[in-house]
């Protein structure tokens, strides 16, 4: 909800107009999000997100609690302490390899870009920051094109990721699917045609790319926002999934205790109740040969750090001691962890 210490920006472009909020604190501006389809929405719409589903994102649009989880207060904290550098770095980069007249500026921590009305479904973007451009001669410009402070043109979105090492492998071989999502997201929002993504990986490596709108990906996810934001508008919950983060939605929505009365429950629900039997049932199994086999292993090893297989694949018998611990004390004990050598076999 806006009040009086919000303040808006516009910022017509090509006969479109955008709108920039910002708020005084994190809780307006939260309130405010609720209002729009934003970049990371989209992602968890459509599947492509660790922290949120479909269903968390339907609950929260419609004003339901979904508790936050602990890695991901602790992810979103880092994220914000290392965006600085992470801009600085991205600024230098695409001054010397995409234009030297690039700069690089934040909307705020509580800004929200909304779209233009031409976008059929409500949606709005939070910038980690956007590029412009220095011009000196405004000849060439269009009449809608907007001028800003310093003699700078709006340019590109630009999307900043502080993420985990294990993410090295997905930036190295293409750009996450749920970052591609994002930035076209942004695109649509702000009316860029261009945007660049950046991460810094593991605190020491980093990764950057550029992005071009895509038509094709644009019309198909506005279909899917618009689908959702009907089941917003008629309170009709999405299909849940297996996901945390539904669960936690879940609990927070039907948690506080029964009725005392009991449900009917249809087909689907029995469906439910005998899949999760057998794949408990499964697990169950599956556990006992994982075991099975990690205890084979270790014996076979024995008093040796490692072993190797006839194919060459080299295993790890790694001796793991576990103290004890506070606030809740047990027995110190010992296990061996079996793994495979990195670079070692097939």
Known sequence: MKDETTTT???????????????????SWLEARRLSIGS??????????????PFSVW???????????????????????????????????????????????????????????SVPVPASATLDREAFLRVEDFSGLSDTQPIHPGGTVPYAVVELKNSSSWMEARWR???PIS???????????????????????GGNRFRWARLETDDNLREILLSIAAEFWEQVETDSPPPVDGLAVTRRALVARYGKGGDGTTVALRDEASQAWHCRAAAKARIKEDK?????????????????SA???????????????????????RKAYSFIRIGKQRGSGS
């Open 288 to 304: 006992s040969i994982v075991d099975k086999a990690t205890n084979d292993l270790v014996a076979a090893i024995g008093d040796h």
């Open 40 to 53: 990371s929405d989209i992602t968890a719409i459509c599947g492509e997100s660790r922290y949120a589903s």
């Open 179 to 201: 970052v591609t999502l994002q930035a076209q997201w942004q695109m649509i929002v702000t009316g860029h045609d261009l945007a660049f993504v950046a991460a810094l990986i």
């Open 173 to 175: 071989e293409e750009i």
């Open 9 to 27: 920006a516009t910022d017509e472009r090509d006969g479109a107009l955008r709108k920039l909020e910002v708020y005084k604190d994190r809780e």
């Open 307 to 329: 072993g190797r297989l006839e194919d060459g694949t080299v295993i790890n018998a790694t001796r793991v001691n576990v103290k004890e611990s506070e606030p809740k004390p």
């Open 59 to 117: 609950a929260e649009k419609t004003g339901r609690e979904v508790p936050a989880h602990d890695e991901e207060s602790e992810l979103l904290e880092w994220g914000h302490r290392n965006e600085e550098v992470i801009a600085a770095k991205m600024g230098e980069v695409l001054r010397k390899e995409v234009d030297e007249r690039i700069v690089l500026r934040d909307p705020g921590d509580f800004a929200i870009c909304r779209a233009p009305a």
